[in-house]
């Protein structure tokens, strides 16, 4: 698989990730079919040149990857905030705001 296949999957996953949920990237590579290709998904999302909600993505361990104070780190908190996501110490509660699709919602949603 190209390089540009393996982008638009992980693009076309996260574009069904809903407003006020986060995915962790190991996550994300997951449902897009990539198990164990987390750092690909970072890798991609940094060159994508497509509007994204990049913003949704976060550590598995529900931290906001970039540094604290850092200018990504505050973009992604306020739009994480503007969605209803409560971010506290640099991180989010996933048990609470983590996406958990349901096999239908993947299936019906990525085949479109």
Known sequence: ?????????????????????????GQLADLAGLPGRARLVGKCLKSSQETTPWHRVIRSDGKIAFPPGSE???????LLTIEGVVVKKHRVNIGIFGW?????????????
Do not use: D, F, H
């Open 1 to 25: 698989m190209t390089n540009k296949a393996l982008e638009s999957k992980i693009l076309k996953t996260l574009s069904i990730v809903p407003s006020g949920c986060v995915v962790s990237y």
């Open 72 to 78: 990504l780190a505050e973009e992604q908190r306020t």
């Open 100 to 112: 958990k699709p349901s096999l239908y919602t993947l299936l019906a949603e990525l085949e479109q």
